[in-house]
């Protein structure tokens, strides 16, 4: 991401890296990798296979997949025994999915994108060229982005 990418909102960057070939969970995670701690090539790998519904598979939308990964960077508990941890980010991550669910009306992939739910139906170069105007996938990774600065910037 150039620096001057880097001075945009977080729904901007997520935009500007979907629409340079990233997947719905790449453009959202990569993002925000600064504030995560992790290069933008290691996030790029981490959020590679929750694109289309998690490898296509179009369940879990990838934009929030996206958002999970880096709310667990940013707020999940490190130890296995930290039970009050794991239940505080479970319920910080309900209320991450009910935001996007609030937008959009959904949660899932092939909800969203109003399609039957089938699995490695279409390479990915050409979803990428067809995304636009009439799949809403740009327009999620910025939902979701969004969702995350704002909760950042509410302290959580």
Not at 68 to 97: C, E, H, K, M
Request: glycine content about 8%; aromatic content about 6%; some cysteine.
């Amino acid at each position: 991401m150039t620096t001057e990418e880097k001075n945009l909102s977080k729904a901007e960057q997520a935009r500007a890296l979907f629409r340079e070939g990233a997947n719905c969970a790449q453009a959202v995670a990569v993002a925000f990798a600064e504030e995560c701690h992790v290069d933008a090539e290691t996030m790029c790998r981490l959020a590679s296979g929750f694109g289309a519904g998690m490898g296509r598979l179009r369940e879990v939308c990838g934009a929030v997949s996206g958002m999970v990964l880096v709310a667990n960077l940013l707020w999940g508990p490190s130890q296995f025994s930290d039970t009050a941890g794991r239940d505080a980010q479970y319920a910080r991550i309900q209320t991450l999915a009910e935001r996007f669910r609030k937008e959009t009306g959904s949660i899932l992939c092939h909800e969203l994108l109003g399609i039957e739910k089938k699995k490695g139906e279409t390479p990915t170069s050409h979803i990428q060229k067809n995304h636009s105007p009439k799949r809403p996938c740009v327009e999620m990774v910025a939902l979701a982005a969004d969702i995350l600065e704002k909760v950042r910037e509410e302290g959580w």
